[in-house]
């Protein structure tokens, strides 16, 4: 999430907007992540990325950077667009993607602009509903959770949207959600950081791997080397599944297995669409 700075709009013109979204959609050529979902307030956005190799500070810098660029170009002004440092949250995927998707989706209601989401015309809500079409944006996993196939799930969205809008305490702000109300969120004090929680009792990466792998006649050597003998190879993806289960970033997994980030992130999404087809 990014602000204008104090509370300035940052949209200024019907084609701002657009602007905007150009800007993302050239990154997405240039960098790996994939978008799940956006909306673009008057005076802040809301964006939610899933990344690939790619780091977020190079993504938000180039992107809010260049349209600051652009809104001060097109204006003859000059001075910070953009508040300080852009908010992120590290979403812990499965039900709180789900929420997160509302949470962003519903900013033009809470906010008295509009009473319906859909009326909003600079969010992704029409796409998760069918109505519009976005060919950069991936909905395969936030859609996908909803339910088996895209009617049914597509139906399923309008309905978490529906409570949330009739009963707005059911929406969860990841940015003011706390420990103490069982949060997969919580705050890093030193750089403003969202993380998620991580089970006190959960198991170390070489109990995890010793847990596994015991039945079999490999070696953890065997595992995360080079070898492609189908046993291993399963036996490897279920070590990094039930590791990121355990609540281990992809990047910790990664370096502890002796693969590449994508890679982790392409057996994780894997996982994922797996359970809910």
Avoid at 252 to 269: G, Q
Wanted: proline share 4%; with cysteine.
């Amino acid at each position: 999430m990014a602000r204008g700075n104090r509370g300035q709009n940052i949209f200024l013109n019907p084609e701002d907007w657009s602007e905007f979204l150009n800007y993302l959609y050239k990154l997405k050529e240039v960098y790996d992540f994939d978008i799940f979902s956006f909306c673009l307030m008057l005076n802040h956005i809301h964006l939610l990325i899933r990344l690939g190799e790619a780091r977020l500070s190079n993504i938000m810098r180039r992107l809010l950077g260049r349209y600051a660029r652009y809104i001060n170009h097109r204006n003859r002004i000059h001075g910070h667009l953009f508040e300080d440092r852009y908010k992120s949250v590290h979403c812990n995927t499965q039900p709180y993607l789900k929420e997160v998707v509302r949470y962003i989706h519903l900013n033009p209601v809470r906010a008295g602009i509009v009473d319906d989401p859909y009326k909003w015309p600079y969010s992704s809500h029409s796409v998760y509903l069918g109505k519009a079409q976005n060919k950069h944006l991936d909905l395969r996993i936030p859609l996908g959770q909803f339910g088996n196939g895209i009617q049914q799930s597509r139906r399923a969205y309008m309905e978490f949207i529906l409570q949330g809008m009739e009963n707005p305490t059911l929406v969860i702000n990841p940015f003011n959600y706390s420990e103490e109300k069982n949060s997969e969120f919580s705050v890093s004090e030193d750089d403003g950081f969202f993380t998620p929680l991580i089970r006190k009792d959960r198991q170390s990466l070489d109990d995890l791997c010793l847990k596994i792998s015991q039945s079999t006649n490999y070696s953890m050597k065997e595992i995360i080397g080079p070898t492609k003998i189908r046993e291993v190879v399963t036996l490897r993806k279920n070590i990094i599944i039930a590791a990121l289960r355990e609540g281990y970033p992809p990047s910790r997994v990664a370096k502890y297995m002796n693969r590449s980030h994508t890679t982790i992130l392409k057996i994780e999404r894997q996982a994922f669409l797996s359970s809910v087809h």
